[in-house]
């Protein structure tokens, strides 16, 4: 009978790359949202080859949003100036209507939706004490103070647990002299604002309840 032996393994092998550089870029952009390493790899080997066309432009442009960008003062929003394009319109107080997010996708996810006149609150996440985020960590101090400006406070929140966890301790701060509402058809439960279409979104927010 043969003895057994042990064959070494074959060291691992990177993936070529052009260099230190271009390893850089691709490990960061595989840190975005839905990226991964290959995608990250396939959409620099994109940006190389477009050079003049895409990559440019697009470090151009990162460089102007590095300077410009900046957070609400008011409501959590990104732009370029504060207090923002939203919450610097006059016109989107007449309503009487503060619509809650959980992140600024979520609040642009609502106005792909054309909800009309209404103002936003962005707590910038939600409670969750599996990853110690809690009310210190969500900017739900600055959503009470603005409460008594508004006729509605709408509870925009994810349908998760955590979600509709923050949404009830929301209502449980307020109290009951403060109309609250929430979405109701059309959101599914564990579904996410920022993937669902406009239409659905309208809907949900015609057919908001009370809580």
Known sequence: MTPWVSVPAEPSRKMPSGGPEIEQLIQLLARLPGLGPRSARRAVLHLIKKKE??????????????????TCEI????????????????????????????????????ER??????RYHVLGGVLSPLD????????????????????EIVLAMNATVDGQT??????????????????????PIGGE????????????LRARTQI
């Not at 110690?132 to 006729?151: E, K, W």
């Not at 609250?180 to 959101?187: E, P």
């Open 53 to 70: 066309q895409l990559m440019l432009p697009l470090s151009a442009a990162l460089d102007r949003a590095v300077v410009a960008v900046k």
């Open 132 to 151: 110690g985020i809690g009310p210190d960590d969500l900017s739900l101090d600055m959503l009470i103070s603005r409460a008594p400006d508004y006729s």
């Open 75 to 110: 409501c959590g929003n990104v732009d370029t100036i504060s207090p923002c394009s939203i919450c610097s319109d006059p016109r989107r107080g007449d309503s009487g209507i503060l619509i809650v997010v959980e992140d600024v996708s979520d609040l642009w996810a609502m």
């Open 193 to 204: 604002l920022d993937y669902l279409d406009e239409g659905t979104l309208s809907q949900a």
């Open 166 to 187: 923050t949404a009830h301790y929301i209502t449980d701060r307020l109290g009951p002299g403060t109309k609250v509402t929430r979405l109701a058809h059309g959101v």
């Open 113 to 118: 939706a054309a909800p009309g006149q209404v």
